[in-house]
Nanobody, 123 residues
Framework: QVQLVESGGGLVQAGGSLRLSCAAS????????MGWFRQAPGTEREFVAG????????SYADSVKGRFAISRDNAKNTVYLQMNSLKPEDTAVYYC????????????????WGHGTQVTVSS
């Protein structure tokens, strides 16, 4: 069992930055690939970024490449999402998730989810 708690969301102006954190409980955190997803009102949850259990492999949605960076610290059971050059279209609830197999790009591939943190980017 893995419990995930996101933090770091908030209101920021376009062009600004935020860093999201996802703290995980459980001693098996380091064996899970981790992903960040987001969901805006009226839309489906979409993949943002993923990172392998070791941190050696990452994957990004085209819409955030070059602006967002995912990282993890297995000693702290935490995964991060650094978001730069934010745009109003990045406004959504951001969720972290754990995948026992590999970096997945579909939400149904993930085993555990946090409750999300709101990110709002004003124009």
């Amino acid at each position: 069992q893995v419990q995930l708690v996101e933090s770091g969301g908030g209101l920021v102006q376009a062009g600004g930055s935020l860093r999201l954190s996802c703290a995980a409980s459980g001693r098996t955190f380091s064996t899970y690939a981790m992903g960040w997803f987001r969901q805006a009102p009226g839309t489906e949850r979409e993949f943002v970024a993923g990172i392998s259990w070791s941190g050696s492999s990452t994957s990004y949605a085209d819409s955030v490449k070059g602006r967002f960076a995912i990282s993890r610290d297995n000693a702290k059971n935490t995964v991060y999402l650094q978001m730069n050059s934010l745009k109003p279209e990045d406004t959504a609830v951001y969720y972290c998730a754990a995948d026992s197999l590999r970096i997945g790009v579909r939400a149904n591939e993930y085993d555990y989810w946090g409750h999300g943190t709101q990110v709002t980017v004003s124009s």
